[in-house]
């Protein structure tokens, strides 16, 4: 930890970061969401990025944590950036904490100094949001269109029955059709599992051979093929694991798995974070009667709310949901800069897009 002045240090590394547990929790309570916890990031710090990449910057005083920019420097586009950690590689909503809005700018003073672009996205906070609209730099001019992520979730404030009664009859037919088929194939189970130290390893190698036996797997995104993402996850999971968080769920036919959820139950809510099925039982779309048995689940529990977190794909218009909003930013006071950015940053998301359609359309067998 190295000090810059009387409130603010910069944290270097992990070690450093590690500490700063105790701290940081009380800090992200006041932010309904695990994806802002101190195991979130120092698992996303340890397993996503190098060791001289991380660029914490703190806010202390006598009473704790007042305010963090959990940040990493890295090479983008060509520029040395500053990015909130596991942002790019994890695509889930994140943020800046802080106790109050004068710990937030000046927090965003701290990290605007050196004049390094700052790249956020997505972010759920709307008054971080509206900060960074006056922060000079910024790239949201009038006219422009700001890149924004829907994040669908449901609101639990009934019961089951009558919530599944609202879905529409085409929708509840194919979910009779697609139960009927797994029936014939063999017995179905659904497993909700809260994993302890001792079947954690299990379990969670289960999900990965499950999460990799489709589309995922052919376009290189897979825990199974992908090793620092499955880091993260496998070190995320023990943390949620040993507060009781952690839910892995599977459909079984017969005793085999053929599909899988990574999800955290956490803010009363259910926050789905990966999943997976085996294409060769397509036949009877196990991932949709899982995800079945998890908002009914979720129903009986009489949770808050299901976050599918993610982006409102096609498949989830099933379901009655609403959307989350959120929005990206990038700051930057080098014009030049700007225009880089967006033109790589353009032809990034055309590529991923093209690239997981084929890998969506191409099935094995």
Known sequence: MSRSNAEFDVISTLGGLKELGPLWDPLAGKFPTPLLSHDWFYAAASALHADDELH???????????AAAPMVKRRRNGFT????????????????????????????????????????GPLADPILVAELSSVRGVDDRPGRRIRAANSPWIRIDGSWDEYYRGIASSWRSAHRRARKKADEAGNVEFEFHSPGSGNFD???????????????????????????????????????????????????????????????????????????????????????????????????????????????????????????????RTVDPSAGRRMVSRAVGITGRIRRRVLTRLARRTRKG
Request: glycine share 8%; net charge positive.
């Open 202 to 328: 299990a379990l969670m190698a289960e999900f990965v051979r499950v999460e990799g036996e489709g589309w995922k797997g052919r376009l290189g995104t897979a825990l199974r093929v992908n090793t620092a993402a499955r880091r993260f996850f496998e070190t995320y999971g023990r943390a949620a694991s040993a507060q009781g968080k952690l839910r892995l769920a599977f459909m079984r036919v017969d005793g085999k798995a053929v599909a899988a959820q990574f999800a955290v139950e956490c803010c009363r809510r259910y926050w789905l974070l990966k999943i997976g099925y085996d294409e060769m039982w397509s036949f009877c779309s196990p991932g949709i009667l899982l995800m079945y048995a998890a908002l009914e689940r979720a129903f009986s529990l009489r949770l808050d709310a299901f976050e599918f977190l993610g982006n409102d794909e096609p498949w989830i218009k099933i379901w009655n949901h609403r959307l989350h909003r959120y929005h990206s």
């Open 56 to 66: 914490v910057i703190v806010k202390t005083s006598e009473r704790g944590l007042r």
């Open 81 to 120: 950036s500053l990015e909130i950690i596991g942002c790019d590689m994890l695509r889930e909503p994140s943020g800046l904490l802080y106790r109050e809005p004068s710990d937030l700018r000046g927090i965003l003073g701290r990290l605007t100094a050196p004049g390094l672009p700052l790249y956020f």
